[in-house]
């Protein structure tokens, strides 16, 4: 069980898996959509993979199926050819992202512990698409930072799907708009962290989700007054927010 540092509050995502990472009230309708429309499509490689990460320790952090079908979605209908992601854990929304891609397309991958990825290569390779994942370990700042200081990277990217540090998505924000083309779309995942969003100052939840849960409404209200993007938040999983950049 996930717990604040040395505090015995569990965390919100404690106990969470790909089958139950959602904010329906009704386990039996979000039961119902996984197998009507979700895990009947999901490709055999994801689902190994998700099976592993699911018996992994940090198995919450996996983002779940029906959310890994909506970026699948997304790069297909926008038509996506070069893609980043902020935050890759064992890689199920990358391996979810190179399927989508067309087979010259490419994903620059970026997170700080490539042990966690390499737990997910194999199904990366199985599935025939490692030609199109970049990965780059370290801090996604300064790789970011890296990107941005060839100017050929700017606005050279179709799509960003963005899962790691909560309190540091405003900062990947503003980097990301000089990477993502205009027209192009920028994807925030947990931005109603588990619901505690609308929690009161007092609720009995760890210091941790406190922290998170202002960043994470911080980021909601920054996204929503940015004139430079279209925003649209959707109750998936734990929240997740697209953006279109319009400037």
């Known amino acids: ?35 009507t429309t979700v895990l009947p499509n999901e490709p055999e490689s994801m689902r190994e993979l998700r099976i592993l990460t699911d018996n992994h320790e940090m198995g919450d952090m996996a983002s779940p199926a029906d959310e890994a079908q909506l970026l699948r979605m997304l790069i ?31 994903v620059v991958a970026i997170d700080t512990n490539p042990e966690y990825y390499e737990l997910g290569r194999p199904f990366i390779e199985k599935a025939g698409v490692a030609h199109k994942v970049d990965f780059r370990a370290g801090l996604a700042h300064e790789r970011l930072n890296e990107l941005l200081a060839d100017e050929a990277n700017h606005g050279a990217f179709d799509l960003a799907f963005v899962d790691a540090d909560k309190t540091s998505y405003g900062r990947y924000h503003e980097q990301l708009l000089r990477l993502v083309r205009v027209g192009g779309v920028l994807v925030y995942d947990n931005t109603l962290w588990f619901g505690t969003v609308v929690l009161p100052p007092d609720a009995p939840i760890s210091e941790e989700d406190h922290r998170i849960a202002a960043a994470v409404r911080d980021l909601n209200a920054s996204l929503a007054t940015d004139g430079r993007v279209e925003v649209c938040q959707l109750t998936v999983a734990d929240g997740v927010t697209i953006c279109r950049r319009i400037v």
């Not at 404690?14 to 309708?29: D, E, G, M, W, Y």
């Not at 902020?86 to 087979?103: Q, R």
Request: zero cysteines; glycine letters at 10%.
């Open 1 to 35: 069980m996930a717990t604040d540092g040395g505090s015995s509050m569990p965390n919100v995502q404690s106990n969470i898996f790909s089958t139950n990472k959602t904010l329906l009230r009704s386990k039996t309708l979000y039961k119902y959509v996984l197998e």
């Open 76 to 106: 297909k209908l926008t038509g996506a050819k070069t893609t980043i992601e902020v935050g890759v854990y064992t890689g199920y929304s990358l391996l979810a992202t190179a399927l989508a891609l067309p087979d010259d397309g490419k």
